[in-house]
């Protein structure tokens, strides 16, 4: 009994201390999964590819065949609240939601995400991201952002708040801002998840 309650405390001090250090790199903007991924060819270009939620370890997500995430191609990964998200690859933020507008009575289908954000990565492919508690001070549309940078944290906004803390993620062809259906997802996102947390830098493949 001892020695398990001695297990049980070292893990969790270390997640503990894991966590703090990426919630202190927060608003300086620094890159905190360094440690996952490494940098490989994709065809004549390089592009390095992240978990988008911060450490994958202590994250349960959806999103690998067809029923697995409502009635679309998408993915939701749990996490606990205010655990940090980062940016899956470089690239530039082409839309951002900064206010939960979301209105239960109405459910209009365009605001269900919340406090959400799509990068534009230099892939040439949209990563969404949805249902965030918050977004990091200084995120802006235009911007470009490495991956790997923190760009908000895990919450229950939107149509969430009545979920475990989670945040929705999406990949999709860039279209035009106020296509939300395309937004949302167009390719099932769970084998691209499975290798980015080995540490495998898989370009999704559009449809």
């Known amino acids: 009994m001892l020695c398990l309650i001695l297990v049980f405390l070292l893990g969790y001090t270390f997640y503990s201390i894991g966590y703090v250090q ?21 065809g004549e270009k390089e592009f390095m590819y992240y978990f988008p939620v911060q450490p994958p370890e202590y994250c349960n997500y959806t999103g690998h065949k067809q029923g697995d995430h409502h009635d679309y191609p998408a993915s939701d990964i749990f996490a606990p609240f205010g655990t940090p998200i980062i940016a899956v690859t470089d690239g530039i933020i082409e839309w951002i939601s900064a206010e939960d507008i979301w ?6 289908p365009a605001t269900r ?16 991201i949805a249902h965030l508690s918050r977004l990091v001070h200084g995120i ?3 911007l ?11 919450g229950k906004s939107g149509n969430a708040r009545y979920t475990p803390p989670h945040v929705h993620f999406g990949i999709s062809a860039p279209t035009t801002s106020d296509d939300w259906e395309t ?3 167009q390719v099932w996102p769970g084998p691209y998840l499975d290798a980015w947390k080995k540490g495998i830098m898989l370009t999704p493949e559009l449809p």
Do not use: F, M, N, T
């Open 113 to 128: 995400g919340g406090i959400a954000l799509a990068l534009r990565g230099d892939d040439d492919i949209r990563y969404y």
């Open 103 to 108: 209105d239960p009575y109405q459910d209009d």
């Open 183 to 185: 937004r949302r997802g």
């Open 144 to 154: 470009h952002i490495k991956a790997g940078q923190i760009i908000g944290y895990v």
């Open 22 to 42: 990426c919630a202190g790199d927060v608003e300086q903007g620094k890159q905190v999964a360094g440690y996952i991924a490494k940098k490989v060819p994709s």
């Open 140 to 142: 802006k549309l235009g």
